[in-house]
């Protein structure tokens, strides 16, 4: 038995700084050296096990009652400053609740979402597509994540949510604060009043959108748990979406499999996709549970209230398992499994894929602008995303 408690020894992988940014399937594959699981620390000295392999991945994700969303005893031993505590301290909402507590906030969620008609969100993002390329199509050059993936997600967000201008525009200005860390705390007041006003507003004024839907669903959401619920689906629906778009444009740019047909088509979009989802998705690791008591699990001692996360970008590649035929296979984790599984698994795949096709569509010989080694990864345990993403293109006509 490997006793997961200790910080010293085994050694612990850094999941925080550059090298793991810049390189992290090189240190999964050290990982991999102690097996299924590995002790790893999410900053300094906050101590984790990540959980590599595919099996024992999908083991975890479908065992809440073993592995449930519970923070509260670690984020009294970590304490407010801690950096990670944002992205995985317990909030009244879907992805932090277990039970009958999530299943009911989950449905109001999940429900509403399938309402959206996908001919009518391929309009979105398309119409949102095409503004942001008309802002740069002129110049010859964009940094596509600034200028293109880090809005878009936001514009298409706006329609599907039934946002009137002026509390959309107050949303993108405020996740954009906190994006660019300008003023994350102007960007979260910004957010907070933005979410307020749209569930009052459609409150008054019900129309055919997904805030609509979810105050009129069967579960009966109070505003302050509409509020919250909202909250988490623009950061669900912008961070990680951003990071597919991204991910997916520099695959095929930098790709020579993909290259050379970049103007022939959706196939080699939809082909793109799947290898990005399979081995470098934008979600690269999360689904952090813990443990109420010690756990013993395939071998290891998982100490009681300390993390454990799922490695997506690991147990897709885990090595005991076949890469052959990747492409139009969905089978890989990166919307998680189990009760917390993405509810807009769908909606991210079309409005990546329409993100794509709109740009090659607009600019067919876009190209890199810098090697694409010379690209920078933002740091972070969490997610795969560049800081930017420079391109270079014939100047085109704006519509
Ligand atoms: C329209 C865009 C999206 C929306 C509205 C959305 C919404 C959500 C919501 C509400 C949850 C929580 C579900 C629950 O806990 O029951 C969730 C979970 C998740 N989503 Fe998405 N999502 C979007 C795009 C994406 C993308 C592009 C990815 C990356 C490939 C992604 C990966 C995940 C993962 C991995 C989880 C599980 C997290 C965990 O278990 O801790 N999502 N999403």
Redesign the pocket.
Same mark, same amino acid.
């Given at each position: 038995m490997t006793d997961l408690s200790t910080t010293a020894e085994p050694a612990r992988f850094a999941m925080y700084g550059q090298e793991f940014a810049d390189d992290p399937q090189r240190v999964y594959a050290q990982m991999r050296a102690h097996g299924d699981l590995a002790p790893v620390e999410l900053s300094p000295g906050v101590p984790a096990t990540l959980v590599l392999g595919y099996d024992a991945a999908l083991e975890i994700m479908r065992d809440p009652d073993r592995f449930p969303r519970c923070s509260e005893v670690w984020e009294q031993e970590v304490g407010p400053e801690c950096p990670v505590l944002p992205m995985m301290m317990t909030r009244p909402n879907? %992805?932090f609740t277990n039970g009958a507590v999530?299943a009911r906030l989950?449905s109001a969620?999940v429900d509403s979402?399938a309402r959206v008609e996908p001919a009518l969100l391929r309009e979105y993002v398309a119409d949102g597509a095409n503004s942001l390329i008309d802002g740069f199509a002129d110049d010859g050059r964009a940094d596509l994540i600034g200028q293109y993936a880090r809005t878009l #997600?936001l514009l298409v967000f706006n329609e599907m949510f039934g946002c009137p201008r002026d509390i959309g525009d107050k949303l993108v200005r405020g996740m954009s604060a906190i994006f660019d860390t300008v003023d994350a705390e102007e960007g979260n007041a910004l957010l907070g009043e933005a979410t307020l006003e749209l569930v009052a507003h459609k409150r008054q004024k019900p129309g055919a959108d997904v805030t609509s839907w979810m105050l009129r669903h069967p579960a009966g959401l109070d505003d302050v748990e509409m509020t919250h619920q909202i909250t988490? %689906?623009v950061g669900?629906?912008t961070e +990680?979406?951003q990071n597919?778009i991204a991910n997916g444009i520099l695959l095929l740019l930098s790709d020579g499999r993909f290259g050379g047909d970049l103007s022939g088509g959706s196939l080699p979009v939809e082909d793109a996709l799947d290898e990005i989802?399979w081995t470098d +998705? #934008?979600?690269a690791n =999360?689904?952090?549970t813990f443990p109420r008591q010690d756990t013993d699990f395939h071998g290891y001692r998982l100490p009681a209230h300390q993390p454990v996360l799922i490695s =997506?970008a690991a147990a897709n590649t885990d090595p005991s398992r076949s890469a052959a035929n990747r492409t139009g296979n969905r089978a890989h984790l990166?919307?998680?499994g189990g +009760?917390?599984?993405? #509810?807009?698994?769908n909606?991210?795949r079309l409005?990546?894929s329409v993100a794509m096709e709109t740009l090659l569509d607009r600019l067919p010989d876009l190209e890199l602008a810098v090697p694409a080694d010379d690209l920078e990864w933002r740091p972070g345990p969490f997610h795969r995303a560049l800081t930017a993403l420079p391109v270079a293109f014939p100047p085109a006509a704006v519509r």
């Open positions: 879907a %992805l999530h989950r969620i979402l #997600p988490l %689906l669900a629906g +990680p979406e597919l989802l +998705p #934008p979600m =999360y689904a952090t =997506y990166s919307f998680s +009760p917390h599984t993405c #509810p807009a698994k909606h991210a409005i990546a």
